[in-house]
Nanobody, 115 residues
Framework: QVQLVESGGGLVHPGGSLGLSCAASGIIFGLYGMGWYRQAPGKQRRLVASITNGGSTTYADSVKGRFTISRDNAENTLYLQMNSLKSEDTAVYYC?????????WGQGTQVTVSS
């Protein structure tokens, strides 16, 4: 059974930093591409950042230079370091695994950027 469990969300002031984690189980984590997505109220879920099994990364234009995606294959964990946070980064953040059996999603973690 594939499970993705996000953690690390919370409330942070504008300009602050937050780190998210996604612990994976039930898959051979190092074989697959992973991604972070976010969904703000009333909006579609959108890609924030992705990382291939080889470590190549891509970012949405809105987070380039502020967010960093990384992975630890030994720990089966995906990370998202978020710096210089803005109010428009407020959303539920989800991790996703892209596998041969299909795509799997975590339950999401809320990030709120507010003064």
């Amino acid at each position: 059974q594939v499970q993705l469990v996000e953690s690390g969300g919370g409330l942070v002031h504008p300009g602050g930093s937050l780190g998210l984690s996604c612990a994976a189980s039930g898959i051979i984590f190092g074989l697959y591409g992973m991604g972070w997505y976010r969904q703000a109220p009333g909006k579609q879920r959108r890609l924030v950042a992705s990382i291939t099994n080889g470590g190549s990364t891509t970012y949405a234009d809105s987070v380039k230079g502020r967010f960093t995606i990384s992975r630890d294959n030994a720990e089966n964990t995906l990370y998202l370091q978020m710096n210089s946070l803005k109010s428009e980064d407020t959303a539920v953040y989800y991790c996703k695994a892209v596998t041969q059996r299909g795509d799997y999603w975590g339950q999401g973690t809320q990030v709120t950027v507010s003064s």
